[in-house]
């Protein structure tokens, strides 16, 4: 939410890999902003692989302290899992989620013509996933028969009207600011795809499973029900089947879609094969008091430290993280600054065809900002 601050303080994670060449990309841009935004600190913090292998803990007190108490937000590089279980190691994203609460993952995939792409769809919509229950509460148990030595495996799934509420209201609250950001957009003269009214799609499954989805659908339903905020918010469903063939057939027609934490997982990494490259789809993990920005792609240590790493998934997650703190113009600078670099095409990095650098990518951003 908009809150008026006289300064901003950002946590900055590189942790891993090509996260600590694409986070201080991101820094630079936002930088760039000068006084359009507060003047903003920005705090390098400790976590990852490679710092539990240097100090023994993936995720140090300190960084879950200074996130809490000091920063406003939040921008993490990308972390680097080792192939075999190491004790003692977990994945310090997943625990930063839980320790700050950050109980959606926000992932906005918009497509843009870029020069010699091969594929190119149409599209610019918003996947907003629950994160913390669905059958990603790891609830399983295995069962072997006495007699003939058969296995059964039994899994939970937990949804309740609570996480479901919180995580509709988010997607409309999403949808309200799309619909803002739109009309800045039309203003400056840019021409957008969506030009109905903003609209939610709930996806379920709820003719299936009737108690579980039923609820999600019913809890999220009841948020545009109970309030006027939302009556230029359109609402509609649509059965997670039904809703992977719109979204390959025609992903034009989708502003934001809010589903349960393994629907939203599948159908998100689905959406981001429509728009070319990983290293272009942004991710915000959103709590109600905090905001961290995350690329979607991992560490990628196939192209580590060699300064071509496709900066714009990390730039687009802080002009996320920008909007997420209220600073929806701003944000929307950085986008068009984007937008603009790679439909020229005369800057990309080598995952889109091009011959630049990460440095590069960055300074073309930076000089249309
Ligand atoms: P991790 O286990 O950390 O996820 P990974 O090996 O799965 O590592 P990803 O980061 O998921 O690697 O990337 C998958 C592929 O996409 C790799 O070949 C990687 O080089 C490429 N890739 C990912 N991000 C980028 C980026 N920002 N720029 C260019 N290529 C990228
Ligand atoms: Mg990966």
Redesign the pocket.
Known sequence: SAVKRTALKLGMIPA???GKE?LPAAQRVLEALGSSIPKTTFIPLKAGWEEFNKNGKALPEETIKILKEECDGAMFG????PSHKVEGYSSPIVALRKHLDLYSNVRPVSSIKIPNQKSYHQCDMVIVRENTECLYIKKEELEIDSKDGSKKAIAYRQITSKASSRIGKMAFEIALRRGKEREIAKKSGKSVWWNGEPKVTIVHKSNVLSVTDGLFRESVRAIKEGTDRYNGVKMEEQLVDSMVYRMFREPEIFDVAVAPNLYGDIISDGAAALVG???LVPSINAGDDFVMGE?V???????EGQN????I?SIRSAALLLSSLGYVEPAARINEAVDAVLSEGQYL???LGGKSSTTDVTDAILKRL
């Open positions: 891993d890999g090509i694409v990308s972390v680097s899992s490259s990983l290293g690329p792609h991992g560490s990628a240590p196939d192209i071509i790493a496709n900066p998934a990095t080598p995952d």
